[in-house]
Every structure is written in structure tokens, then in C-alpha cells.
């Protein structure tokens, strides 16, 4: 992990949020899928990124959702 992720209690919720986003990016990178899931992956991750610009607690709901889909606890079935 890199040095600057401060791991740290007195993170502001930007930086948790931030730092999830990190998490996130490197296990959408590190997905040994066929290229058009780990695509499908990679936009709804751009979304995610783009929604924490204006909305950071629905971009949080959504990371949460996010993670729990790369973790496979999703209760949404996939096509």
C-alpha cells in the first residue's frame, strides 16, 4: 500500500471516502475477469468517482454497493 492512504482515526469523511476510492481502483485493476465484465466493473467505478464530486454520501452508498458486488455479497442477481 502506499505511504500517503493515512490510516489514520482522524481522517475527514473525504479522505475515508478517498481512500476507499484507492481500495477500490486497485481491486478493479487487479480483476482476473473477461474483459467485458472487468469493463462493466471499471465504468460503474468511473460513476462512483464522478458521483463523489457533488454527492458524497450517496457516492459512499453507492461504493458500499460497489464493494459489496466485487465481494460477491450483492443480494442483486447479475444477468
Same mark, same amino acid.
Given at each position: 500500500?502506499?505511504?500517503?492512504?493515512?490510516?489514520?482515526?482522524?481522517?475527514?469523511?473525504?479522505?475515508? !471516502? =478517498?481512500?476507499? !476510492?484507492?481500495?477500490?481502483?486497485?481491486?478493479?485493476? =487487479?480483476?482476473? !475477469?473477461?474483459?467485458?465484465?472487468?469493463?462493466?466493473?471499471?465504468?460503474?467505478?468511473?460513476?462512483?468517482?464522478?458521483?463523489?464530486?457533488?454527492?458524497?454520501?450517496?457516492?459512499?452508498?453507492?461504493?458500499?454497493?460497489? !464493494?459489496?458486488?466485487?465481494?460477491?455479497?450483492?443480494?442483486?442477481?447479475?444477468?
Amino acid at each position: 500500500m502506499a505511504a500517503d492512504d493515512r490510516l489514520t482515526d482522524s481522517a475527514s469523511p473525504e479522505e475515508e !471516502l =478517498a481512500r476507499r !476510492l484507492r481500495v477500490a481502483y486497485r481491486r478493479v485493476a =487487479a480483476l482476473r !475477469l473477461p474483459p467485458e465484465e472487468k469493463e462493466r466493473f471499471a465504468r460503474r467505478f468511473v460513476v462512483i468517482c464522478d458521483l463523489a464530486k457533488r454527492n458524497l454520501d450517496l457516492a459512499r452508498a453507492r461504493l458500499d454497493a460497489f !464493494l459489496a458486488d466485487l465481494d460477491g455479497d450483492s443480494d442483486t442477481p447479475r444477468r
